[in-house]
Structure formats: C-alpha cells, structure tokens
C-alpha cells in the first residue's frame, strides 16, 4: 500500500493490464493505480487476458488486490467504465454480464464511450480491436502468434535479469520488436486512420484506445490520437488533471503532456440548410 495520500485527479485511462498472463505487471500496476484517487476510470480492454484460460493462466494474490482496489474505489465514488478488448471478448456478451453477483461493482460496459475533458474536449474511448483488420477477419494469426510472443517476453526477462540493472524495463527489447511488429499491422489495417475517422464520425476531437501497446499522444489530420500504451511491456496510463491536461505517464521515462486549453467554439451548431447537428472542430487551439 502506498505511504502517501493518493493524488486526486479528474480521469485515469488504462488499457491491455492482461490479468492472468504471466507476463502481467502486476505489482507495478497496483502501486500505479494506488498513487491515484480518480473522479473516473476507464479500463480500455484487455484488462483480462482470458485467452490464457485453457492455457498458461496464472492468478496470484497481486491479481486480487487489483480487483479490490477497484471495488474501494467504486464503492468510495469512482465511476467506472470498461470497454472491451479482443483478449476479453467475452464481457461483450449480455448474457455473461447477466451472470455477474451482485457484489461486484457497478461497472458499465460498452465497445466505446465518448469522453468529455474538463474544457470540452471530446474523446472517442475504444479498445480498438474492433479496427484491426487480423482481429475481425484473421484472428487466428494473432492467436497463433501469441505463444511466440510469451517466448519472446520470457526471454527478454532472463536477459535482464542476469545482465541488466532493475531499474532497467525487463521488456523493453519486446516492446521494440513488438512495436515494429505493430507498425506493420497498423500499415496493413490502415488502424490509426480508421479509427480516427471513425472518431471524428462520431463528432470527438480525438480518440484514445490501447490495443497495439504502443503509448503516444498525437496529432495527425485534425485529430488527437492517444494510446495509453500497457501493462506488460511499457507500463503507462493516461491521465487527466483538474487542470484539465492530459498527461500520458510512465514506469520508463518521461511523462507526454499535452495541456488542453478551453474550447472556444461550440461541439454542436445547427446548419440553416439541415436538420443534423453540425460539430466545429479546430486544433489549431493547441497551437496557442
């Protein structure tokens, strides 16, 4: 349990944590999310790692603390809201949320949310498995590439344990050959620019998803585009301040911040000619 008061802060995001995957940070996790009292939570799927169920499933004591710390920080007012990955599917299923006891906290679940900053900023909040092109037509590539990677991480972790300092990220290697890896996945599903568009469809400003855990914030074509990142390779969450900026923090390295003045133009304005909610949208604001 953290020494310190935990800091009070408006909005937490983090994705691809991958409880019950070995290779899950999970004792970094918990002393991360223990330093933050947030007003909101956003778990941006893979928070489970059900494919490991039937193979390679490990659960310890720190996987528990996680889930507790969650249902104090409900039950002490956070709201709480879980948007599905590709490795936990199956809380997409209304059926398998009906099962849920009624002791778990209030959870609510969706495939996005938009998310709306201090000074109006508007943020399409998704996993993003759902704009992979191997996951919707070719999943069957991922999963069999999935006890590769676990080979790789295992490696990676023996190498820095026996020549490497412990400050040093037992997977940063992994993080590089995964992240270039990524690069070509998001070339051929044309990832990024698919799920911008599809923010900017739904009248958001930005987007922020996890999913090839790959941390950044960005701007490109009039939209932000933030990547929490993870829990097993890189270790970062996404913060929002009660000053309103948003700051994408690290277990490695430094934090990115990107300070988000208040909007002076209107998300909805009716168009003379239409009945349709017609939303203005300039980031040159940053720029200032």
Known sequence: MSLSAPMAIRTLLVS?????????????????????????????GDFFDAWKINSGWHWNELCDRIVDHLIKLVDDGTRLLYTPGNHDSFLRQSAFQ?????????VKVADEFVFETLHGWRFLVTHG?????????????????????DSCLSLNRWVQRRFLGQDRNP?????????????????ISRY?????????????????????????????????YCNTGDW????????EHHD???QLVSRYGEAQSLPLPRRTVCFATKDP??????VESDLAELAC
């Open 192 to 224: 990024e620019n698919k799920i911008m568009q599809h923010a900017s469809n739904r009248q958001c400003d930005g987007v922020i998803c996890g999913h090839i855990h790959t941390p950044v914030i960005k701007q490109s074509n009039s939209i932000l």
């Open 16 to 44: 691809d944590v991958h409880l019950g995957c070995k290779h899950a940070r999970t004792e970094e996790f918990l002393r991360f999310i223990e330093r933050y009292r947030p007003d909101t939570l956003y778990l941006v």
């Open 129 to 149: 498995d759902l704009f992979d092109f191997f996951e919707t037509k070719a999943q069957w590539i991922s999963k069999g590439s999935s006890a590769f990677y």
């Open 273 to 278: 000619n239409s009945s349709a909610d017609v």
């Open 244 to 246: 309103g900026g948003l």
């Open 232 to 239: 097993v390779e890189n270790c970062t969450g996404l913060i």
């Open 171 to 187: 997977y940063g290697a992994c993080a590089v050959v995964k992240g270039r890896v990524k690069r070509g996945v998001k070339f």
């Open 98 to 106: 009906a099962m849920l006891p009624a002791s778990f906290p209030a």
